[in-house]
């Protein structure tokens, strides 16, 4: 394989069967020129991008260290799902990271309106965001705050084959957030977010939300309804207040079955 051009020391446009690629490894280009055979040891990441021009642009507009830290944590990342990431999240979290850290250096901090959400239904992303703010302590002495660990584990959510686009994974969470919120203010209840009813109920909301957008709809006995309505009267009347307010506020509506089952988490919660 030919250097076609060197973006950085670990990053190299080659030319291989014909083929424009991408070739990632540590001091890849160190003392290399444009036409320098690559010694094929070196290459730790070898693919081809639709994005090749704007992942080019990218790399020359930011610190060499921002684009390895974050190739460093696509890799944790890839290893600890023991899957591979779709290929743009080597654009999407290296833009994304090198934004934060310039902010966090400023002193600029942006609170994640759907941390606790996103910390619950995205666990094992969020682990990798966790690791991933420590990881650019210990590289670079910046401490980031909790809340960039649930923006990365968005973004590796996202990448993941089946995760979804960035704006429909946002814009479900949010969703979940205002329902929770909907659910504490018509209760008049702090809920803790360790509390494992709270996590049930983030979790069945996120698949109702899922169920919905995807015309899948649960089925529940009318017998069973009725019994749960007259048992759970206040956690009925709180889902039923629910799915009025997401109808009026994003055209989502609930049919009276999936009422029956948030009604029986809600019992749970303010049991709990």
């Not at 992303?125 to 910046?142: R, V």
């Amino acid at each position: 394989m030919k250097i076609k051009k060197i973006l950085n020391n670990n990053a190299v446009v080659v030319t291989d069967n014909n083929e424009e690629k991408i070739a990632i490894g540590t001091g890849i280009a160190f003392h290399k020129r444009k036409n320098d055979i690559i010694n094929a040891a070196k290459i730790e990441k070898l693919f081809v991008m639709k994005e090749n021009e704007k992942f080019q642009q990218l790399l020359l507009q930011i610190p060499e260290e921002h684009f390895s830290l974050s190739e460093e944590i696509i890799t944790y990342a890839e290893e600890y799902l023991e899957s591979k990431l779709n290929e743009h999240i080597h654009i999407a979290l290296t833009d994304h990271l090198s934004f934060a850290i310039e902010r966090v250096r400023e002193g600029i901090l942006l609170k994640n309106k759907l941390f606790h959400e996103i910390k619950i239904l995205y666990k094992k992303e969020f682990d990798i965001g966790m690791w991933a703010i420590k990881h650019i302590e210990k590289k670079t002495n910046i401490k980031m705050p909790l809340d960039e660990a649930a923006y990365i584990a968005l973004h590796i959510h996202t990448a993941k084959l089946q995760g979804g686009d960035m704006k429909q994974t946002v814009r479900q969470t949010a969703i979940i957030g205002e329902m929770v919120q909907m659910i504490k203010e018509f209760l008049n209840i702090e809920i803790e977010e360790d509390d494992i009813s709270y996590q049930r109920l983030i979790m069945h909301l996120r698949f109702t939300v899922s169920r919905i957008s995807n015309y899948e709809l649960h089925t529940m006995d009318e017998e069973m309804l009725k019994m749960i309505k007259k048992k759970f009267p206040i956690s009925y009347n709180c889902a039923a207040q629910v799915a009025k307010d997401l109808s009026h506020l994003h055209s989502i509506h609930l049919p009276d079955q999936e009422l029956g089952y948030i009604t029986l988490h809600i019992e749970r919660l303010r049991k709990s």
